[in-house]
């Protein structure tokens, strides 16, 4: 923007240094029949080094014309304008070109500074409608925990892994969709998973978790919330997740609306200690960071 706003100062000068010069200077006759039909009725005589410069603007077309007079001449033209009743002012040599310049530019100067400044306030603090607010982020947490049964399917992130039990849940148990889901809407202080999809109603029974994230997805999108980073850990003893994660972060990824790039994931044993050590149950942290758009 600001190479456009040079550019158009740049024309402009340029159109300034040329306007004066050439384009209204017309021949004594021509000046004298303006005078004559009353289109000029006040001039000024600019006193230059070597020549005198007449100016007058044509009350008609609104535009000035000007006439280069020696120096010999200019008492007799004076005179006989004033005799024709045209007022005439004299005036030193008119400002050196590049004070015109400048006196052209500056506004355009003072206007490009202002973009910029906007530019920055805006880079700085966001825009939202019509009233300055100062970006926000926020920070959400999200736990979930499920007991794990044999000849259940188990599913973690979105994903089916191939593995002899499964979480028990009243939708399919995914705790990491879960925990993900909390973290977003503790962050975004829209309550929790409980709130908005609670267990007792039958809609979910069974529900594919990445429901949830999707609607957690429109939540933000309504309060404005964008999000700017996930980081999980996934606590179970087996199956291994790594080899899973791209898949998983895809899917969760594409449910939120976000890059895979931004969803980060973590897999952890836990030694063969507790219930999530001996195989009985899986477990997820999720940390969610949103920011105010
Ligand atoms: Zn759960």
Redesign the pocket.
């Known amino acids: 923007m600001s190479i456009v706003l040079l550019g158009v100062m740049l024309w402009k000068l340029v159109s300034a240094d040329g306007s004066h010069s050439r384009e209204n200077q017309i021949n004594y006759s021509e000046f004298m029949a303006k005078v004559d039909e009353g289109d000029i009725k006040e001039v000024t005589l600019y006193l230059g080094q070597n020549s005198y410069d007449l100016w007058g603007r044509d009350v008609r077309s609104d535009r000035g014309f000007h006439l280069t007079l020696f120096k010999e001449a200019a008492p007799a033209v004076t005179e006989q304008l004033r005799e024709k009743g045209v007022v005439v002012k004299i005036k030193e040599e008119r400002s050196a070109d590049w004070v015109l310049l400048l006196l052209n530019g500056l506004p355009l100067l003072l206007l490009a500074g202002f973009c910029l400044f906007l530019m920055r306030r805006v880079q700085a603090v966001g825009w939202r409608g019509t009233k300055w607010q100062p970006r926000e982020t926020r920070t959400g947490i999200g736990y979930?925990l499920?007991r794990l049964e044999e000849g259940r399917p188990l599913i973690v992130g979105g994903i089916e892994l191939p593995f002899d039990r499964g979480p028990v849940?009243h939708?399919d148990?995914?705790?990491l969709a879960?925990a993900l889901c909390d973290a977003l809407l503790g962050a975004a202080r829209l309550g929790d998973i409980g709130t908005h999809f609670p267990d007792t109603d039958p809609k979910w029974k069974g529900a594919h978790s990445l429901l949830f994230l999707e609607h957690a997805k429109k939540l933000l999108a309504d309060k404005n919330f964008a999000i700017e980073h996930v980081d999980a850990v996934v606590i179970t003893e087996k199956p291994k997740l790594g080899p899973h994660f791209p898949k998983m972060r895809e899917a969760l990824g594409k449910a939120l609306g976000i890059p895979a790039e931004k969803i980060h994931l973590k897999a952890k044993t836990n030694e063969g200690v507790d219930a999530i050590g001996r195989g009985e149950a899986i477990a997820a942290h999720v940390v969610a960071t949103l920011s105010s758009r």
């Open positions: 979930d499920h849940g939708s148990g995914d705790v879960h």
